[in-house]
């Protein structure tokens, strides 16, 4: 069975750090590309990174660059997601996801499994 399960979320003050994790279970880890992906309120869900964990490629969102870094550790099947400098708008719910094609992508039509999502904060 598939699993993605996201930890690390929580409140941060804006310009604080936070650093998200995706175990993942189930499935042959170096096969497949993680995404992480967020969602506000009343918004559509955003690709926010990825990565593609047999030749560590990445992609980031224009909103995040320079601010979050992508990374991996195949040993433990781990995707982390380091985020520093945040700020208010990077408030949402973060999913993490896989996608079995490993292309390297920020579309969530790309990606067939999901997490349950961890919650991040910024207050301002």
């Known amino acids: 069975e598939v699993q993605l399960v996201e930890s690390g979320g929580g409140l941060v003050q804006a310009g604080g750090s936070l650093r998200l994790s995706c175990a993942a279970s189930g499935f042959t880890f170096d096969d497949y590309a993680i995404g992480w992906f967020r969602q506000a309120p009343g918004k559509e869900r955003e690709g926010v990174s990825c990565?593609?964990?047999?030749?560590?490629?990445?992609d980031y969102a224009d909103s995040v660059k320079g601010r979050f870094t992508i990374s991996n550790d195949s040993a433990k099947n781990t995707v982390y997601l380091q985020m520093n400098s945040l700020k208010p708008e990077d408030t949402a719910v973060y999913y993490c996801?896989?996608?079995?094609?490993?292309?390297?992508?920020?579309?969530?039509?790309?990606?067939?499994?999901w997490g349950q999502g961890t919650q991040v904060t910024v207050s301002s």
């Open positions: 990565i593609r964990n047999d030749d560590g490629s990445t």
């Open positions: 996801a896989a996608d079995p094609s490993s292309l390297v992508a920020l579309h969530p039509a790309a990606y067939v499994y």
